[in-house]
């Protein structure tokens, strides 16, 4: 049983472990926890190992180029129509950065297996085709299918000491509400060791129940709620706010090179206290369509 | 090329031809070409077509825009959404979906397909983003590659990494799962298809305005050449209304 607390960013940080291993969701450029992923940066705490969602971007690109992240794994790190992630592939192409090559799909079993306890999972047909599970000893072996002796491949179960989400409302209790899309958000919070939630919003407990079942997280796997509207920003929050475009290809224009990144990160970050940032992003959120049910 | 429409319009259409009604498609990142072929094909000749957007898993959403992201808020307004977690699992058992429509960074003459590393992948010369969902290729009943550059870097005879595997390129390789493979490629140039003795890539149909010269060149293995190969049918005017119809805002009209 986890008490949840209700708190800033950076206390929510403070409490972090150096050297931890850090689950991070959001897919795509939506619903990216990015005031807890600010804070990491403005604390500096460095991540021994980072687990992205099946396809990350800003929020793993942006750590990676600060240079506190020693491994990674991940099935993407990219900006879809805006290109390639610049700092993920600056760091792996000059061997700066420990890779953890996996699949969607091995990714999503492994986070499985280790929100229940589950050992390792055998992998769908297909991945032996390929050349991932080769490049990947540490989450992938085969072993003969005691049932048919066939050689199968494996995934290793994933755990994370912390899980920093995007979620889209809290109640007085710490429970959470995760929004249209779960992504593997979920997952990441049914095997982490501790969940930290940035919420756009604190709910009362009538106002949870309107979400429908399994939508929600009880608050007793949820450690630390952080009330930060607009804290998604510049990734989109579905229902709520688009992406803001112009400002993600700001970064990547800046990414392009690390002294440029670190002025970047100077001026738009570490320089500006979380509530400040927000108070100054608040104007420029453009409202998302909101689909029928919360 | 006709100033009317545009290669990627061209190519949307090109691929929503290929639907038949009621398949299940599957489309991953960057998904408004995907996203407006099944569009179109649901309004012209497959009502019964469903799509799924990989990432989000947002089934046959109809935003009033073509979405850039297959992630994006508009897409939360579609009438069935799959947790990325099923989204897998119905992949990965075979059955469920239909058609995939995928690509890389480097595609090969076996339809083979790398969005992981060029070079080696310990200190590649290029990282790309990472595999995804591509090692579900085999497990569709067929996959359909796209890709916005036709140019001898991204059509290789070997790809570098395998992130989804395209055709056996030999007997010994061959998995009584697999199905169909992939069957079509289409590209900015030329639509390719898969020859059933060899396995390989060969020449289907040319763009209006391409030259099959041009494709050769633009190719970076030994693209088998057919005796005849006809010119792509170009887009007729009630698909080209619908697609302006469904895409507003021009999004196929550059080639992004």
Same mark, same amino acid.
């Given at each position: ?8 960013? #950076? ?53 990676? +180029? ?30 700066? *950065?420990?890779?953890?090559?996996? $699949? ?26 390929? $050349? ?6 540490? *989450? ?20 994370? $000491? ?9 109640? #007085?209790? +710490? ?34 129940? /309107? ?25 989109? /929050? ?40 927000? $108070? ?15 | ?27 991953? !990142? ?17 009502? &019964? ?8 898993? !947002? ?18 307004? !579609? ?16 059955? !469920? ?9 480097? =595609? ?5 397909? &790398? ?21 579900? @290729? ?9 890709? @916005?550059?036709? &140019? ?33 490629? =289409? ?13 390989? @890539? ?7 305005? =391409? ?46």
């Amino acid at each position: 049983m986890v008490l949840t607390t209700f708190c800033s960013a #950076e206390e929510a940080l403070e409490l972090a472990l150096p050297g931890s291993a850090v689950a991070v969701g959001g897919m795509h450029m939506t619903s990216a926890p990015m005031s807890l992923v600010r804070e990491v940066v403005r604390q500096r705490i460095p991540i021994q190992r980072l687990i992205t969602s099946p396809s990350s971007s800003l929020q793993a690109d942006l750590l990676i +180029g600060v240079g506190l992240v020693e491994e990674v794994v991940t099935p993407y790190i990219g900006f879809e129509h805006l290109g390639l992630a610049p700092c993920f592939r600056r760091a792996v192409e000059d061997e700066r *950065l420990s890779l953890l090559e996996c $699949d969607e799909a091995g990714l999503t079993h492994a986070l499985y297996a280790g929100a229940g306890g589950l050992p390792f999972v055998g992998c769908p047909n297909g991945i032996e085709l390929t $050349d991932i599970p080769r490049v990947c000893p540490e *989450l992938y072996r085969e072993v003969d299918d005691p049932f048919t002796g066939e050689r199968r491949w494996v995934v290793r179960a994933l755990r994370a $000491d912390i899980a920093l989400l995007a979620c889209r409302e809290a109640d #007085e209790q +710490g429970n959470v509400a995760l929004g249209r899309f779960p992504f593997t958000d979920r997952l990441m919070a049914l095997g982490a060791r501790r969940v930290i939630a940035q919420v756009e919003r604190r709910v009362s407990s009538e106002e949870m129940a /309107a979400h429908p079942p399994g939508t929600t997280l009880p608050g007793f796997l949820i450690s630390t709620v952080v009330v930060a509207p607009g804290g998604c920003y510049p990734t989109a /929050a579905p229902g709520d706010y688009e992406r803001d475009e112009d400002e993600i290809r700001a970064y990547l224009q800046a990414a392009q090179r690390p002294d440029n990144l670190e002025a970047y990160v100077s001026r738009t970050i570490r320089s500006v206290p979380e509530p400040a940032y927000l $108070d100054a992003v608040a104007t420029r959120l453009q409202p998302a369509p909101t689909p029928a049910t919360p | 090329m006709s100033a009317e429409y545009s290669r990627t319009q061209l190519m949307a259409v090109v691929l929503a031809r290929s639907f038949r009604d009621g398949e299940v498609v599957v489309m991953g !990142a960057v998904p408004a070409l995907p996203l407006a072929a099944c569009r179109l094909a649901r309004t012209l000749h497959a009502p &019964n077509l469903s799509y799924v957007l990989g990432g989000s898993g !947002a089934v046959n959403p109809t935003p009033e825009t073509l979405p850039l992201s297959c992630c994006d808020p508009a897409v939360a307004t !579609a009438p069935c959404t799959l947790p990325v977690a099923e989204v897998v699992l119905l992949a990965a058992r075979g059955g !469920a979906f239909d058609v995939f429509c995928a690509g890389g960074i480097q =595609i090969d003459a076996y339809g083979n397909c &790398n969005l992981s590393a060029i070079g080696d992948w310990d200190g590649p010369r290029l990282r790309g983003p990472g595999s995804v969902g591509l090692p579900f @290729m085999p497990m569709f009943r067929r996959t359909v590659l796209y890709t @916005m550059s036709h &140019n001898p870097r991204t059509f290789v005879e070997r790809v570098d990494f395998v992130s989804g595997a395209g055709h056996p390129s030999s007997p010994a390789a061959e998995r009584g799962y697999r199905q169909e493979g992939p069957s079509l490629v =289409i590209s900015p140039l030329a639509t390719m298809d898969f020859d059933p003795v060899t396995r390989r @890539m060969r020449l289907a149909t040319v763009h209006p305005g =391409i030259s099959v010269e041009d494709v050769r060149k633009a190719t970076g293995f030994e693209l088998f050449v057919p005796s005849s190969v006809p010119t792509t049918p170009e887009p007729n005017n009630v698909e080209l209304t619908e697609l302006r119809r469904l895409d507003p805002s021009g999004v196929l009209w550059h080639d992004y």
